[in-house]
């Protein structure tokens, strides 16, 4: 069954601090990643997804993600976080041996003070 | 701009009131979900439609029933609402489906508050 930890429930960094949010997945294939962003009261916004090749990828919004097959992981940063930044992350994984179903985390809530 | 519209944004209901949730999409899109995310907590799929066909989860309770007329257009039928059904529900839409390697596309949410 695929599974997905992201570990940190909040995370709280000064605007232009750099930011870190970690993801941990468990697949049986090979997997494909995703980061969404939920603000309060919204819908989930795709952020970047990783499905083959160079492992790391760009995304919207200055935010980036590293996929790390050895340790199962699929990190999101940014070097510089914005106020507007806050909000609720998650990562999640699907993948051909899921079909179409999409497994989330619990969820990073991310609070920026000024 | 093509999009995922969900109507209505807030849904209020008396316990046991039946209640029916709409999503349509501009995308041409093949796939659409739905998820019911309570408080805190990650999305969870209840079902979704590969084109007509309809993929229900294991775990979703009976009351909750699901309607694709057509492409751009799904709803969501909760037969009796209990008070355990408060919750935002993400109707979400992906291109294809067949293989996994997609992008799923979500709306902007339902607020369900059961009376």
Redesign the interface.
Known sequence: AQSVTQPDIHITVSEGASLELRCNYSYGATP?L?W?VQSP??????LL?Y?SGDTLVQGIKGFEAEFKRSQSSFNLRKPSVHWSDAAEY?CAV?????????T????TQLKVEL | DAM?I?NPRYQVTQFGKPVTLSCSQTLNHN?M?WYQQKS??????LF?Y?DKDF?NEADTPDNFQSRRPNTSFCFLDIRSPGLGDAAMY?C?T?RD?????????????T?LLVL
């Open positions: 494909y995703f969404y009261g919204q819908g989930l916004q795709l997804k499905f998650f699907g993948g051909k041996g899921g079909g179409n179903k999409l989330f985390g619990t969820g | 995922v969900q796939v979900y805190s907590q990650a999305p969870k799929l979704h590969y993929n993400l979400a992906s489906g067949r293989e996994g390697e997609e992008t799923q596309y979500f709306g902007p949410g607020r």
